[in-house]
């Protein structure tokens, strides 16, 4: 799509696909968002400002509030397992 917008406007690409506007938006925002090392980088980043002391569910509420990214805490809680991000005590 990011190629084609190059080269068309948006509105006519959406046209020939017969896709809503607000559908590619929406879909847009959500996806763009989610991009897993960026999601990583700034789950690692977070934990390493707060000292380790927050655990899943805080630091999914500083994602949406300083970043304004809206994810699970189930994400949030596999994530850190999987980089091994833990709570010191």
């Not at 509105?11 to 925002?29: A, M």
């Not at 960026?38 to 400002?49: R, S, T, V």
């Not at 000292?51 to 699970?72: F, T, W």
Request: proline residues 2%; charged residues 35%; hydrophobic residues 35%.
């Amino acid at each position: 799509m990011e190629e084609l917008s190059k080269e068309y406007k948006i509105i006519d690409i959406l046209g020939v696909l017969e896709v809503p506007k607000s559908t590619f938006y929406r879909w847009k925002k959500k996806y763009i968002n989610r991009e897993p090392n960026k999601l990583e980088m700034l789950i690692i980043n977070l934990c390493e400002e707060t000292k380790y002391h927050y655990g899943h569910r805080k630091i999914k509420a500083l994602l949406k509030q300083r970043n304004s990214i809206k994810v699970n805490r189930k994400t949030v809680q596999r994530i850190m397992q999987k980089l091994s991000i833990y709570v010191l005590l």
